[in-house]
């Protein structure tokens, strides 16, 4: 008994193990590898999904949703909210759907005067 109680002095009071928040390069490491635990908001899950198109090319929903650890649903809120804001748009059929950038996908035509 004795020995269980000089074993409980010696550790530090719970509060002194709480980490504090990490720092801001630190969170965007976390939304950038999307670790499990981790809960994004909206915008910096879409971020996350503008930044991994442009490196990329394009993104499933499935892929999205297990990357960021969220439901399929959740991954289609957030990319069709992409696609009304003109960010990026969607290709191919509903079951095969992958999400490009807007500018991946239809170029600008530059037409030169006569």
Not at 4 to 21: E, F
Not at 52 to 75: E, K, N
């Amino acid at each position: 008994m004795e020995q269980a109680l000089g074993t409980l002095h010696s550790t530090p009071p719970h509060d002194a193990a709480v980490q504090s928040r990490p720092s801001l390069p630190a969170r965007q490491e976390i939304a950038a590898g999307a670790t499990a635990g981790s809960r994004l908001s909206r915008t910096e899950r879409q971020a996350w999904a503008v930044e991994r198109l442009r490196t990329d090319g394009s993104l499933s929903p499935r892929a999205y949703a297990q990357a960021l650890s969220v439901s399929v649903d959740t991954a289609l809120r957030d990319l069709q909210e992409l696609v009304d804001r003109g960010r990026i748009e969607a290709a191919g059929t509903t079951r095969d759907r992958r999400y490009v950038l807007a500018d991946a996908v239809a170029p600008a035509i530059h037409h030169t005067a006569p």
